[in-house]
T-cell receptor
Framework: GAVVSQHPSRVICKSGTSVKIECRSLDFQATTMFWYRQFPKKSLMLMATSNEGSKATYEQGVEKDKFLINHASLTLSTLTVTSAHPEDSSFYIC??????????????FGPGTRLLVL | GENVEQHPSTLSVQEGDSAVIKCTYSDSASNYFPWYKQELGKRPQLIIDIRSNVGEKKDQRIAVTLNKTAKHFSLHITETQPEDSAVYFCAAPRGRIFGSGTRLSIRP
């Protein structure tokens, strides 16, 4: 149980285009999902906390107009990288908390999306 | 703001020996402390976690100890094996902010 998927797994796009990444909890409901980015040989950096039915909470230094987050259902959160530039190239990973687990803080991670902006 | 420091950044141990990685945090309200293992190009995998109402938790060769007074928690791996080679991350508070990572190498 507790499986999280991401789509696409890999995407290459041209500079200036927008890219949407989906994060789905497959066998549980998630009121809270998290979006991280990871550069090569670096740690995961929390970008934002996605809350179902409300606006996402962004970490300091993360542009909310650049990284649009939508959490429209209990099983789906999307991250849209708008007007992507080469410096946005990174590994984007989402995670989700199981709503039914109450106070449990356990996060289940998706497999990640590798974005390359040319 | 919230701060999580992890040491060491790299660790090389002889197969069969023990490895210890330490994490310190700043948020005294933290009550959940996970450790993750990440292999190259893959998602972080939860290997053990502890909540603030206990001081130690063990799962076979892996253990985590927590010192809430000093605000640090440590990962202990005993009888290390080649497959333990990976990057390990701690996270706090509430498992959200990741430490900088420790690259563990097991020497045959």
């Amino acid at each position: 149980g507790a499986v999280v998927s991401q789509h696409p797994s890999r995407v290459i796009c041209k500079s200036g285009t927008s890219v949407k990444i989906e994060c789905r909890s497959l066998d549980f409901q998630a009121t809270t999902m998290f979006w991280y980015r990871q550069f090569p040989k670096k740690s995961l950096m929390l970008m934002a906390t996605s809350n179902e039915g409300s606006k996402a909470t962004y970490e300091q230094g993360v542009e909310k107009d650049k990284f649009l987050i939508n959490h429209a259902s209990l099983t789906l959160s999307t991250l849209t990288v708008t007007s992507a530039h080469p410096e946005d190239s990174s590994f984007y990973i989402c995670s989700a908390r199981d709503f039914s687990a109450g106070e449990s803080e356990t996060q289940y991670f998706g497999p990640g999306t590798r974005l390359l902006v040319l | 703001g919230e701060n999580v420091e992890q040491h060491p950044s790299t660790l090389s141990v002889q197969e069969g020996d023990s490895a210890v990685i330490k994490c310190t945090y700043s948020d005294s309200a933290s009550n959940y402390f996970p450790w993750y293992k990440q292999e190259l190009g893959k998602r972080p995998q939860l290997i053990i976690d502890i909540r603030s109402n206990v001081g130690e938790k063990k799962d076979q060769r892996i253990a985590v100890t927590l010192n809430k007074t000093a605000k640090h928690f440590s990962l202990h791996i005993t009888e290390t094996q080649p497959e333990d080679s990976a990057v390990y991350f701690c996270a706090a508070p509430r498992g959200r902010i990741f430490g900088s990572g420790t690259r563990l190498s097991i020497r045959p």
